[in-house]
């Protein structure tokens, strides 16, 4: 790929549908923190719905400038978004594809973050962990579920996993090696982590059980995701990060107690 290929189009496209993503969000947010949108809204006296449009605009003039960084530093190195670069600039698109897998992947994905929860422990007694199964709750699991799959990759793979590859292969000649890729998605897995405890911090206190358990469960989908980015691109982890949370905030929620 190369380093001259432009990236507007594909930031810009990225930056409308994380604003749509963040609205969607809101639902959910409010099952976890019920009176956080009306607590806002009393202390800066707006309304809510102008809370709600001002903060996903702003996601998205953020995953705008971090989708453009991010393909800027890794185009050169192979990564990047190719099925949306053939859409949006009339390009042949990728001769093979692994929509399959993806789907797949990010399914079992999410299947063994619930079984590591099983074993080693939900990382707090949250709605999110511990309420009972509802439709309802499902549903608002199903609007949030676009939010991670979008912006979430946008920001940890596309921006910090290629700015971390294009830093590394600086030492190698700027090719992007084998071990720089690896350590990559270690580094952004963990970053992808580490950037759950702000809410986890907001619905009870950080201790180090719960740090080290809210970092490795989303650990976890971060080396799978990752993984998708650097073999098929961003749209394959798009569509394995939609699967993981639809296994985590739509099924998992339906599923009766102690199944």
């Not at 994905?109 to 962990?129: K, Q, R, V, Y």
């Not at 609007?143 to 292969?169: D, K, N």
Request: charged fraction near 5%; glycine fraction near 10%; charge should be positive.
């Amino acid at each position: 790929m190369s380093s001259r290929q432009p990236q507007l189009r594909i930031a810009l496209v990225l930056g409308l549908v994380s604003i749509f993503a963040t609205a969607l969000l809101f639902p959910y947010l409010l099952a976890l923190q019920p009176k956080a949108l009306q607590t806002a809204s009393a202390a800066s006296g707006l309304p809510q719905a102008v809370i709600i449009g001002a903060q996903s605009l702003q996601a998205g003039v953020i995953m705008f400038l971090l989708a453009w960084a991010g393909l800027k530093l890794g185009a050169p190195l192979g990564l990047g978004a190719p099925w949306l670069r053939a859409w949006l600039y009339r390009q042949p698109a990728p001769a093979h594809s692994a929509w399959a897998q993806a789907a797949l992947l990010g399914a079992i994905t999410g299947g063994a973050i619930l079984a590591a929860i099983a074993l080693f422990g939900a990382p707090l007694a949250a709605p999110a962990a511990s309420a009972p199964a509802s439709l309802a709750f499902a549903g608002k699991g199903l609007l949030a579920s676009p939010y991670g799959a979008i912006l979430e990759e946008v920001g940890l793979r596309v921006f910090v996993m290629g700015g971390i590859v294009w830093l590394l292969s600086r030492f190698c000649d700027g090719q992007p090696r084998t071990w720089v890729m690896l350590i990559a998605i270690t580094l952004a897995a963990l970053a992808f982590g580490a950037g759950h405890l702000p809410m986890a911090a907001q619905l009870a206190p950080l201790t180090p059980v719960l740090i080290a358990r809210v970092i490795a469960y989303n650990a976890i989908g971060g080396l799978v995701f990752g993984w998708l980015y650097w073999k098929r691109g961003l749209e394959h982890a798009m569509l394995a990060h939609l699967c993981t949370d639809l296994v985590l905030h739509v099924i998992a929620p339906l599923a009766p107690p102690g199944a």
